[in-house]
């Protein structure tokens, strides 16, 4: 298995890398532009964008699936297809197919021998691997046709583990999962995390993508808009919440009186401060009208809140037009 080592050595980058497709029209789209970007060993990092930001066109010119216009990738120091260098790679793509009339321990055992899996190691590793997904007791014996989508999920993400790899590339691994697979999946990343192998990820999923990645690169129109560690990203609020019950409408006019923002219903209001004088004060102020303090809170920023943010500041960039304009 893959052991944890230090988070400085740079197992892929990508430098000024950029894919053009060309039109019947002889137009030319640009599905990544001048990308810029690099993963560490032992590092989670995600790629996130709306559709059509060139986030699979990213990775399909990481596995040499499709070529560059321009620019430079190195995978282990090597270019996007050489042996040595795709023999250290797991992939999972957004649409796994299968060849519907093998089993479960069939398709492994094929992929494998695809990966040059020594057979001594093969046959064990194969009913790890089925034990790590929850298929070895159903689904081992079973052909892939009977499968359910979340069953497929897994057998994909035991297909991409069988070479025990050191990058393992995720393609919307949550993709038409029911809220437990969700979490099964993302308990596997972090558990791979454990071992110190890297992990690319691009999911939808921006909770999850916060739950599990040391770092984030969003992008937007085949461009970088931003990337770092995710808590760099989500900055923290100078806002807090005053919740209380007990408050009259008398009470609720005092508070605003007293400058406070005040929202109220259900029997509760909530005031909200921006400093720690001003957390006493409204306290105070509480206490004084007989009120009844619940909670002091500090909500924070989501990555989904972040990303929204930095996508529509971009599109105002390019178009000169807010969202609601």
């Not at 583990?161 to 590339?169: G, H, R, S």
């Not at 806002?239 to 923002?261: M, P, Y």
């Not at 990303?307 to 000169?320: H, I, P, Q, R, W």
Request: charged letters at 25%; proline letters at 4%.
């Amino acid at each position: 298995m893959v052991k944890a080592q230090k988070q400085t050595e740079k197992i892929v980058e990508i430098k000024g890398l950029t894919k053009q497709y060309r039109l019947m029209n002889r137009k030319t789209i640009d599905a990544v532009v001048d990308l810029n970007l690099h993963i560490n060993r032992g590092e989670t990092l995600a790629i996130v964008g709306p559709n059509g930001s060139g986030k699979t066109t990213t990775m399909k010119l990481l596995l040499g699936m499709i070529f560059p216009t321009s620019g430079e990738i190195t995978m282990f120091g090597k270019a996007p297809g050489n042996l040595e260098a795709q023999g250290k790679i797991g992939y999972l793509p957004e649409a796994p197919y299968f060849y519907e009339f093998l089993n479960g321990r069939e398709i492994l055992n094929y992929y494998g021998k695809l990966c040059n899996v020594p057979e001594d190691v093969l046959k064990t590793r194969i009913e790890e691997l089925l034990e790590m997904v929850d298929l070895k007791e159903r689904g081992a014996d079973m052909p892939i046709r009977t499968y359910s989508r979340g069953m497929r999920q897994r057998i994909g993400i035991a297909g991409a583990m069988i070479n025990d790899p050191e990058l393992l590339i995720l393609d919307e691994p949550t993709n038409g999962l029911d809220p437990l697979g969700t979490v099964e999946v993302r308990q596997f990343i972090l558990n791979q995390k454990k071992t110190g192998r890297s992990i690319l990820l691009c999911s939808h999923m921006l909770s999850e993508v916060e739950a599990v990645a040391d770092r984030v690169a969003i992008l937007y129109r085949g461009r970088l808009i931003t990337a770092g560690p995710v808590k760099s990203l989500i900055p923290e609020s100078d806002q807090w919440q005053i919740t209380a019950t007990n408050v009259t409408r008398e009470g609720e006019a005092t508070l605003k009186e007293s400058g406070f923002e005040v929202k109220s219903g259900n029997d509760v209001v909530v005031i909200k401060v921006t400093n720690a004088e001003n957390i006493y004060r409204a306290l105070d102020k509480v206490e004084s009208i007989g009120g009844k303090l619940v909670e002091v809170t500090r909500p924070q920023s989501t990555l989904e809140e972040q990303f929204l943010l930095a996508v529509s500041n971009e599109k105002t960039k390019t178009t000169g037009k807010k969202d609601n304009e």
